[in-house]
Nanobody, 130 residues
Framework: RCSCRRLGGGLVQPGGSLRLSCATS????????IGWFRQAPGKEREGVSC????????VYANSVKGRFTISRDYAKRTVYLQMNSLKPEDTAVYYC???????????????????????WGKGTLVTVSS
């Protein structure tokens, strides 16, 4: 009953901006935290950001802190990732994800493995290149 997908991926120049959207189905953002993850070529999947369902607390990876902003729209059941000052190293397939028992925020913070998350979007490729 749950699904998630990202929209807004594509090619952007270094220093540019891009906004990704994760439209959820079957999830209330009042009860489920949503996380953004990415996997760059040749690298492990890593947490990027997360927004908590309980209090709206946000978590960011050190590599994106100050450049990326996560937000949510309860009515649209959509979580956004605004990416500014993009760098070539941001190139990756980006995913949104959630789970009934394991909060994506624990994964983004490094306290849990992403393997524990059961509900993933299919992913969107973001390429930062000139």
């Amino acid at each position: 009953r749950c699904s998630c997908r990202r929209l807004g991926g594509g090619l952007v120049q270094p220093g540019g901006s891009l906004r990704l959207s994760c439209a959820t189905s079957g999830f209330s953002l009042y009860h489920f935290s949503i996380g953004w993850f990415r996997q760059a070529p040749g690298k492990e999947r890593e947490g990027v950001s997360c927004i908590s369902s309980s209090d709206g607390r946000t978590v960011y990876a050190n590599s994106v802190k100050g450049r990326f902003t996560i937000s949510r729209d309860y009515a649209k059941r959509t979580v956004y990732l605004q990416m500014n000052s993009l760098k070539p190293e941001d190139t990756a397939v980006y995913y949104c994800a959630t789970d009934f028992e394991t909060s994506p925020c624990t994964v983004v913070s490094g306290a849990a493995s992403y393997y524990r998350l059961d509900y993933w979007g299919k992913g969107t490729l973001v390429t930062v290149s000139s």
